[in-house]
T-cell receptor, first 113, second 116 residues
Framework: DTEVTQTPKHLVMGMTNKKSLKCEQHMGHRAMYWYKQKAKKPPELMFVYSYEKLSINESVPSRFSPECPNSSLLNLHLHALQPEDSALYLC????????????FGSGTRLTVV | DQQVKQNSPSLSVQEGRISILNCDYTNSMFDYFLWYKKYPAEGPTFLISISSIKDKNEDGRFTVFLNKSAKHLSLHIVPSQPGDSAVYFCAASGALSGAGSYQLTFGKGTKLSVIP
């Protein structure tokens, strides 16, 4: 299995809602990432998990809460989001070292209304 | 401050010809450089990478060249095919404090259109 699977593919939520984005990989990768991509912009790093421990939080607001229940799963819990949080949320995983790059999921297109 | 720059937002090339996509960077501590391809509504797909200690890496129709003194890299696609039409992102990696993880810093992308 060489894929990163993200669910849901599309999500529309109100500013008072609580929702979660899910990401799963079975490649044995021990580093997993959340990136955010706005239209016509490059992906921007949000969180990094290494060996199931949060190692990097790129000053992301607390309305985004990551969770790594085990080495194959990564969640992003969303609460009280703002319309400007609407974006494509990408999950990725990687082997040790950068030569093979990240494997990205297809993303969750989030719209906050 | 953008550490990875792709100055051409778009490029059009005839089928069968060479496509050359360019990328500049400012941080000399980057250890790997990568190219990703992205179709609409999909995540980026890894194409090819090059270590900072190399100057060329080749994989089939794709070749990446690195000029460290100029802090410049380029992706050559030969021959170009209509299926290559996509947005191409240049990325550079730097190690993170978490064991085995690394951060990719992306350029803004170049939209390649290959005309049949």
């Amino acid at each position: 299995d060489t894929e990163v699977t993200q669910t849901p593919k599309h999500l529309v939520m109100g500013m008072t809602n609580k929702k979660s984005l899910k990401c799963e990989q079975h490649m044995g990768h021990r580093a997993m990432y959340w990136y955010k991509q706005k239209a016509k912009k490059p992906p921007e790093l949000m969180f990094v998990y290494s060996y199931e421990k949060l190692s990097i939080n790129e000053s992301v607001p607390s309305r985004f809460s990551p969770e790594c229940p085990n080495s194959s799963l990564l969640n992003l819990h969303l609460h009280a989001l703002q319309p400007e949080d609407s974006a494509l949320y990408l999950c990725a995983s990687s082997q040790l070292g950068a030569y093979y790059g990240y494997t990205f999921g297809s993303g969750t297109r989030l719209t906050v209304v | 401050d953008q550490q990875v720059k792709q100055n051409s937002p778009s490029l059009s090339v005839q089928e069968g010809r060479i496509s050359i996509l360019n990328c500049d960077y400012t941080n000399s501590m980057f250890d790997y450089f990568l190219w990703y391809k992205k179709y609409p509504a999909e995540g980026p797909t890894f194409l090819i990478s090059i270590s900072s200690i190399k100057d060329k890496n080749e994989d089939g129709r794709f070749t990446v060249f690195l000029n460290k003194s100029a802090k410049h890299l380029s992706l050559h696609i030969v021959p170009s095919q209509p299926g290559d039409s996509a947005v191409y992102f240049c990325a550079a990696s730097g190690a993170l404090s978490g064991a085995g993880s690394y951060q990719l810093t992306f350029g803004k992308g170049t939209k390649l259109s290959v005309i049949p």
